[in-house]
C-alpha cells in the first residue's frame, strides 16, 4: 500500500511540474514597452518618491531580473506582497501582460549587441565592489545574504530571486521591514526565508544593510521616459 501511495504520489508530483513548466509564458520585450502606461509613472522618473507606507524612493526595475518581476508582481496580485497600489496594477495584468513587463525591464537599457545574459556561476561572481566595514560584514553573514543573490548581490542563484545590489537604499529598507510586519492587512511581505531572515535583525540594522547595498555597483536603474526626460 505504501508502494502504491508513493507512486501516486510521484506521477501526481510529476504531473504538476509538467503542467507549470506548461504555463511559462514567453514574455516579448516590445509588446511590454506598449504596455508599461501605469508603470513609467513611478518606476521611469529619475528619483520618484512615493508615500505609503513612508516617504522612500520606488525601487529601480530597468535591468531586474524577469522572472523575479513576474514573481514579484504576481506577489502582489494574490496579496502576498501588501501595497494598495501595486496590489490593484497587478490585478489588471493578465499573465501575458507580466510577462511582456518582465521581458521588457529585464532587457530595458541592455546594449543592443550585447550577448544575452547567462545563469550566474555563485562561485565565480566577483567580489562586490564596494568592501562592506566588520559591523556590516557581520551582519551579512548573519543570513548569509550573499548564498542567495550572489557574492556581488546582483548574481541571484535562482531568477526569481532580486538583485539588489545599487538598490535604494531606503526601497530596500522599507521592504526588509515589510518581511517583519505582521497581522496588517495593507503592509507586510509574505515569504517565509525572507520573514525569518529580517526578524533577526532589528530596524537600525536592517537600514545599515540597506545602506551599504545600495553602495555597490549593480545592474538596476531608471530609464525616463522621453516625456520625462
Do not use: W
Amino acid at each position: 500500500m505504501n508502494k502504491l501511495f508513493t507512486t501516486i504520489f510521484a506521477v501526481a508530483v510529476s504531473c504538476a511540474t509538467a503542467a507549470s513548466l506548461a504555463q511559462e509564458i514567453k514574455g516579448d520585450a516590445k509588446a511590454g514597452e506598449t504596455k508599461n502606461a501605469m508603470c513609467i509613472g513611478c518606476h521611469g522618473i529619475k528619483g520618484y518618491q512615493a508615500s505609503f507606507p513612508e516617504v522612500y524612493k520606488v525601487p529601480m526595475i530597468s535591468g531586474q531580473g524577469a522572472k523575479y518581476i513576474v514573481a514579484a508582481l504576481n506577489e502582489y496580485k494574490k496579496g502576498d506582497h501588501k501595497h494598495p497600489t501595486m496590489r490593484a496594477i497587478a490585478d489588471s495584468l493578465s499573465d501575458q501582460d507580466i510577462a511582456d513587463l518582465a521581458a521588457h525591464y529585464s532587457a530595458d537599457g541592455l546594449v543592443a549587441s550585447a550577448e544575452p545574459a547567462k545563469p550566474a556561476d555563485p562561485k565565480a561572481v566577483k567580489a562586490p565592489s564596494k568592501e562592506p566595514s566588520a559591523q556590516v560584514q557581520a551582519l551579512l553573514n548573519k543570513a548569509n545574504c550573499a548564498s542567495c543573490h550572489g557574492a556581488n548581490f546582483s548574481s541571484p542563484i535562482d531568477p526569481s530571486y532580486p538583485k539588489i545590489g545599487g538598490q535604494h537604499a531606503d526601497y530596500l529598507f522599507v521592504a526588509l521591514k515589510a518581511y517583519k510586519t505582521e497581522n496588517n492587512p495593507k503592509v507586510g511581505r509574505g515569504n517565509a526565508i525572507m520573514g525569518g531572515m529580517a526578524k533577526q535583525y532589528t530596524n537600525p540594522e536592517l537600514k545599515l544593510l540597506a545602506n551599504y547595498l545600495s553602495s555597490v555597483d549593480g545592474d538596476l536603474k531608471t530609464i525616463p521616459q522621453s516625456k520625462f526626460r
